[in-house]
């Protein structure tokens, strides 16, 4: 974590409908994130979490206030330009994953890149890496719906990282999954925080995964009702190293044969195929990954790994 504020807001107020139906979902917040921080927002049902969430994020506008990014008002600039800057320096991972279910893993993670005008096959290459990081590049050519539920997510964290974001907001990252396979997904989250410096700013109701991150903001009926440390997690406990996050082994493969309709099937193919050929592509520069346009993340830790 540096000192640098990266997120702020100011006199921040969001409400809906009008007169006697007006309701004022946050009312007044003043805060900073810094850049690497792990911040947790938490709150009960109602109490205006989510909306601050949306908000930072630059999903939705506030009624009134600003939001700053690296020192910017973000109240200033025009739709084409906020859609723009939040696809760049924001990653999502959300409870429910927001797949298209249809399509192949590899399309699913390459979308933030088509958004922004990345070239195709420039595009491609990044995303193979951004699969590697969580351990699923063998999946590139199945669909999303065959995958297992910590699978899905870990496409969705693959697809947070793929544009090399400042920030990954978290809403519910493991609210659909068991603990086991939601403490898999905790591990990569704050390791790509804790090694990479990548901002984690995380949404959710389970205190435990509150109590891992270093700064805990309590909403209640609009407000900061409180703004305090957490618990960090232990170094001895989380930094082991490894290249790629580790693959379950009691999950089905389900490889079921490529399928998709878009005229690039051929090149998808081999991207992939040659991708998990070349043993030395991230890493000697020479190979088929571009060290000028791969993601600056390179692996992630995992407790436990040997």
């Known amino acids: 974590m540096t000192n640098q504020t990266l997120l702020s807001t100011h006199g921040l107020r969001k409400s809906y409908g009008k007169r006697d139906a007006k309701f004022e979902a946050l009312r007044g917040i003043n ?41 910017e008002n973000t109240s200033k600039l025009r739709q084409r330009k906020l859609n723009h800057l939040r696809n760049k320096e924001f990653g999502f991972v959300f409870q429910s994953f927001f797949m298209n279910a249809n399509d192949s893993v590899l399309n699913n993670v390459i979308l ?33 719906k065959d995958l297992s539920g910590g699978q899905k997510q870990r496409v969705c964290i693959a697809r947070a990282i793929v544009n090399n974001p400042k920030v990954i907001f978290a809403d519910e990252p493991t609210g659909n999954l068991d603990s086991a396979t939601g403490a898999k997904i905790e591990d990569i989250l704050f390791n790509l925080n804790q ?91 020479d190979g088929f990954i571009d060290n000028n346009t791969q993601p600056h993340i390179t692996h992630v830790k995992s407790k436990g790994s040997k």
């Open 195 to 285: 090694e990479h410096g990548i901002t984690l700013i995380v949404v959710t109701h389970d205190q435990e995964l509150a109590d891992k991150c270093q700064r805990q903001i309590h909403i209640a009926d609009g407000h900061v009702a409180s703004d305090k440390e957490g618990a960090l997690i232990e170094d001895d406990k989380a930094t082991r190293e490894i290249e790629v996050y580790e693959e379950e082994p009691d999950e089905e493969e389900g490889d079921e044969e490529y399928h998709e309709d878009d005229d690039d099937d051929e090149e998808n193919e081999e991207i992939i195929d040659r991708f998990l050929d070349d043993e030395n592509a991230d890493s000697d520069g």
């Open 31 to 71: 805060l900073e994130i810094k850049q690497g921080e792990s911040v947790a927002i938490v709150g009960k049902s109602g109490s205006g979490k989510s909306t601050l969430m949306h908000l930072l994020a630059l999903l939705d506008r506030p009624t009134k206030g600003e939001i700053h990014l690296n020192g």
């Open 112 to 144: 933030p890149l088509k958004i922004d005008g990345v070239g195709r096959r420039e595009r491609k290459q990044r995303a193979m890496h951004a699969l590697k990081i969580v351990g699923l590049e063998t999946k590139a050519k199945n669909k999303a």
